[in-house]
C-alpha cells in the first residue's frame, strides 16, 4: 500500500509537470547565470513541486543511500515512526528496522517520508529489531547530545555574553527540539533561588510536555536575549513587554522556520518557539486517505480545468492541527497555473509560489481590509486563518459568490457548531443574506483533533475479548466489533523509543461533511442553514462521517488505543 499510495500522489500530479518542469528549466539556468549551479530535483524540493520522479537519473533521483545518509536528509523526525529506524536503500529497495508488528500506515509513512528526502523507493523490506536497538541506533544518529548542550553552557557560565557561544547555544537547542519531534520549545528564565531552579528548556513532544535541560539563569537569560536579537524583535533587551520574532536555519540541508513569541513573567521570562518544517507537512494523499468522501470533494475543488467556487471550512481547537491540513492543501493545489493567496496571523509555514499575506495591526487596518484587497487582486484560491470578525466573514462568503475557492478555520466542537461560528459573524443586516449565500456556496467541513498512537516498539496486541466488560461492551456496540477482533493497547511502562509514554505520535481524527452541488440539494441546504435546521443537514444529501466511526476505523486498524479513542469521540 505504501508503495501504491505514492504511485497514486504522481498520477494525480502528472498532469501538472509539464508546467512545473519548464518553470524549473527556466530558474536553473537563469541561477546558473549567476554563477549558482543546482539541480532540477533541489528546485522542485524547493518550491514544494511534485518531483519528476520517472527520471531515472541518478543525479536527479537517488537510488541507493546508507541509513545514516538517509538520517541525514529525510524528516525522519516527523515521519518516521518511534519504533522504527532507516537502515538502508538499495537500487530502489528500501529496508526498515521496525520493533514489532507493523501497519500499513506506518509503511506510508516511511516511504513518503523517503521519496519526499529526494530518493526513489519501489519496495520496503521490513527487519524485526528490539525496541532497545532501536532506541540506541536513534540515539547514535542525533547529531545533537545531551553533553554537548552542557559543554557549551560550562564554557559560557563564566563569560555568558560570549556572542559565538550563544549562537551554538540557540542551534543546538532548536536542533535538540527538532529530532525531539518537538512541535514547540519553552525557555523559561527565572532567578535561581536557594531551594530552587526553575529555568528549564522544556519541549511539547506528541502534546505533552518534557522537561529536557535545567539550565541557570545566568545562561538563560542572555540566551532569551540572543534569541530574541536573532529573531527581528525590536528591542530584544527588554524584558518587560510581550514581543514578536521569526528566525531562520538550516536543519538536515533545508531551510526551516521558527516562530518566537517572548513573554515577561513574575519574576523573569519565557520565550516561547513553534518549529516549522514544511517538510513535515503530510502529503495530501497521505493526510486525507481515511477521508476518501472529503478527500474527492476537495480534489474537485482544486482542480486545474475548472474555477471550482465555494466555502471550505476547517474546524478545530488550538493546537488541532487546523493550520498544517490547510498548509496540505494549499501545496496540493496546482500553484503554478492558479494564483492562490493565503491571510494568515501569524503567518505559519512558508510556501512557495503562494501569495502570502500577514496581517499587521498598523495603520488601522483590519481582517476583512486584507480580504477585500485581496478581492482585487485576481486569484483563484483564498485561505484565511480565523474567521475574526463579521466584515471578514461577509467578504469572505462574497468572494465564493462571485466564483472564488475560499477557505477558512475556525474554534468549535464540531462541524455543525463551526458553521454556527461563521454565521455568528455575520452583521444584522447581512443574517439572512449571509445564510443564504453560505448554504449556497458551503463545500466541505472538516472538524479535526490529533488522536495520540500507541507506540510501535511496545504495543501489545490483544482481542476485545480479553478487554474489562465496560470497554468490551463499547467496542462491541458502538463500533461493532466481536470478542475475537484484535486491538493494540498501549505499553503502561513504555519503552526507550517512546520515552516511556506509550505513545508514538499523532494522527488526524476527523469529522467531515462534504455537501451536494446539485441544484436540490443545494436548495435544501439553503434551507436548513436560513431556518438554523444545522442538526438536519443529512437529511439534505450531505455525506457525513461521524466522528465516532473515523475513530472506529482507527483503533480497528490499531493505530489508537481503544481507551484514547473513547476518550476523544466522548470528550
Known amino acids: 500500500m505504501a508503495i501504491d499510495l505514492q504511485k497514486q500522489f504522481r498520477r494525480e500530479q502528472s498532469g501538472l509537470r ?17 554563477g549558482r549551479p543546482i539541480s532540477i530535483h533541489a528546485l522542485m524540493q524547493a518550491h514544494g513541486f511534485v518531483d519528476s520522479t520517472e527520471d531515472k537519473d541518478e543525479s536527479v533521483r537517488r537510488r541507493s543511500a546508507t541509513g545514516p545518509v538517509l538520517s541525514s536528509q529525510v524528516a525522519e523526525h516527523h515521519y518516521v515512526p518511534q ?10 529497495r528500501l529496508t526498515i528496522g ?46 545533537v547530545s545531551d553533553s554537548k548542550i552542557e559543554e557549551v553552557v560550562r564554557a559560557l ?3 555568558p555574553s560570549n556572542g559565538q557561544l550563544l549562537t551554538e547555544l540557540y542551534k543546538l537547542v532548536i536542533h535538540d527540539g527538532f529530532e525531539a519531534r518537538a512541535s514547540d520549545i519553552h525557555i523559561i528564565d527565572t532567578p535561581d533561588r536557594d531551594d530552587a531552579m526553575e529555568s528549564w528548556i522544556s519541549h511539547r513532544v506528541n502534546g505533552q510536555i518534557r522537561h529536557r535541560h535545567l539550565l541557570p539563569s545566568s545562561v538563560m537569560r542572555p540566551l532569551a536575549t540572543r534569541l530574541k536579537q536573532v529573531g527581528g524583535c525590536k ?11 521569526r528566525l531562520g536555519l538550516t536543519w538536515q540541508g533545508r531551510e526551516v522556520d521558527v516562530r518566537l513569541a517572548a513573554t515577561p513573567l513574575t519574576p523573569g521570562e519565557e520565550v516561547s518557539l513553534r518549529l516549522l518544517d514544511r517538510a513535515t ?42 493550520s498544517t491540513s490547510q498548509a496540505s492543501i494549499v501545496i496540493h493545489s496546482d500553484r503554478a497555473s492558479k494564483r492562490v493567496f493565503t491571510i494568515e496571523h501569524p503567518k505559519e509555514y512558508r510556501i512557495p ?21 485581496a478581492m482585487r487582486k485576481d486569484f483563484d484560491i483564498l485561505f484565511t486563518g480565523e474567521t ?59 472538524h479535526q483533533k490529533l488522536a495520540p498512537t500507541v507506540c510501535p516498539a511496545c504495543r501489545n496486541k490483544v482481542s476485545v475479548g480479553d478487554l474489562d466488560g465496560e470497554m468490551r461492551k463499547e467496542l462491541i456496540g458502538r463500533w461493532r466489533m466481536d470478542v475475537s477482533t484484535a486491538v493494540m493497547v498501549s505499553s503502561p511502562a513504555g519503552c526507550e523509543a517512546c520515552d516511556g509514554t506509550g505513545i508514538g505520535g499523532r494522527t488526524l481524527s476527523a469529522e467531515t461533511m462534504v455537501f451536494p452541488t446539485d441544484p436540490d440539494g443545494r436548495r435544501r441546504v439553503v434551507e436548513a442553514v436560513v431556518h438554523d435546521q444545522l442538526f438536519g443537514l443529512a437529511q439534505c444529501g450531505v455525506e457525513h462521517l461521524s466522528r465516532s466511526d473515523h475513530m472506529g476505523g482507527l483503533v480497528r486498524d490499531g493505530l489508537v488505543e481503544p481507551k484514547w479513542g473513547l476518550d476523544l469521540v466522548e470528550g
Open 18 to 34: 509539464a508546467e512545473y518542469d519548464r518553470i524549473v528549466q527556466v530558474e536553473q539556468r537563469a541561477l546558473q547565470q549567476r
Open 83 to 92: 519504533g522504527f529506524t532507516l537502515i538502508g536503500l538499495d537500487d530502489g
Open 98 to 143: 521496525s520493533a514489532g508488528d507493523y501497519l500499513e500506515e506506518d509503511l506510508d509513512r516511511v516511504s513518503a517520508a523517503v521519496q519526499a528526502g529526494g530518493f526513489d523507493v519501489e519496495k520496503v523490506h521490513v527487519e524485526l529489531w528490539s525496541s532497545t536497538e532501536i532506541a540506541r541506533e536513534a540515539k547514535k544518529r542525533r547529531s
Open 157 to 159: 557560565e563564566p563569560d
Open 235 to 245: 528591542d530584544f533587551a527588554s524584558r518587560e513587554r510581550p514581543q514578536d520574532g
Open 281 to 322: 507537512i503530510k502529503p495530501f494523499p497521505l493526510l486525507f486517505a481515511r477521508l476518501p468522501a472529503a478527500k474527492r470533494a476537495i480534489e474537485r475543488l482544486l482542480t486545474r480545468f475548472a474555477k471550482q467556487a465555494g466555502v471550505m471550512l476547517i474546524c478545530g481547537a488550538t493546537g488541532s492541527g487546523k
Open 353 to 373: 509560489w503562494v501569495r502570502q499575506m500577514e496581517v499587521a495591526d498598523r495603520d488601522g487596518c483590519r481582517w476583512g481590509d486584507y480580504l477585500e484587497h
Open 388 to 446: 475574526r470578525d463579521g466584515y471578514s466573514a461577509e467578504v469572505g462568503v462574497q468572494a465564493a459568490e462571485t466564483g472564488h475557492l475560499f477557505g477558512s478555520t475556525t474554534h468549535s466542537e464540531d462541524c455543525g457548531e463551526g458553521i454556527e461560528r461563521f454565521i455568528s459573524n455575520f452583521s444584522d443586516r447581512f443574517m439572512r443574506t449571509g445564510k443564504m449565500v453560505l448554504g449556497k456556496n458551503l463545500r466541505v467541513v472538516i
